[in-house]
């Protein structure tokens, strides 16, 4: 069973998969709803507030700002996170806004469309982005949050509860999984870039925004056995953090399969019924005036 499950999940995006991109996983048709195009375009604005509002400080408590503080927004994995979460999202919200205005287009008409760079490169981002903001957030308010050194701003909300929030909603309303080939070197790739980016990074005497040597407590290079260990166990989360993803992924799926199956199950049956009182009334005859005499 365990083996049939990773087979199922060990597929990247194809060309069938197209269309889950476009709709929800709870709808019946197969078409783009406004609703659901909506809420694509109200989560993207929401992706853009937490975006901006993290580059330039907007909602963030009275703090002292070092020497190149703005400029070293880019060294946190936080705000790796934050950019992989706005560009899937408005890429989310630009596919369904062409799926919408190339006629509404079913599944069969979308299943003669190869899968595109821009596709792939969406896919990408959405699930490295799910699975990383859920290890931002559970990371930061397990290992890092000190409430005598960190405030809880608006800024801290945005970045460490509303975007896993955001994510999670998604991985429970749209029709496309996060899988594990190829999404998964994609997912641990990005986090072995930044294990590198932080070595790099120190070795070339670069500070935190409080002008510390190290950019987290826990990834500290003076002390190299002690973060290579960190890094490693942070991969082998970031594998366990992206299978747990896809599982839940799995569960949506046959929920959904369920549920409308015994839909469908139901509308087969009343067309079984009606043929079969088709069928049996297929002999009978209006009378005649001649049969009436």
Partial sequence: MVTRLWKTLRTGLKTEDIPSLHVCQWQSHKKVLLIYLFYRWISAIIFLTVIVCSCIDI????????????AKWWIYL?????????TQGWMAALICTKALMDNNRDYVVVLQTKVGYIQQFYWLCY?????YAFIVTFLYWTTVHD???????LINFFVHTVLATLMFGDLLLVGHPVRMDP???????VGLAYSIFTLVYYLAGGTDRKLNNSI???VNW???GKTIVVCVGAIFFVVFMHILCCCVCKIRYLIHKKIFAKKEGKKMGTCKEHSKMLSEQKDF?????????
Avoid at 127 to 131: F, L, N, Q, W
Avoid at 147 to 153: L, N
């Fill in 285 to 293: 005859t209006i009378p005649t005036i001649l049969d009436l005499k």
């Fill in 147 to 153: 409430p005598e050194i960190h405030s809880f701003d």
């Fill in 222 to 224: 003076e002390k190299p």
């Fill in 59 to 70: 909602g963030r408590s009275d703090e002292k700002k070092y020497e190149d503080h703005y």
């Fill in 78 to 86: 936080t705000h790796w996170t934050v950019l992989m979460c706005f």
């Fill in 216 to 218: 987290y407590p826990l």
């Fill in 127 to 131: 699930s490295a982005g799910t699975v």
């Fill in 183 to 189: 999404d998964l070197y994609f997912s641990t790739g």
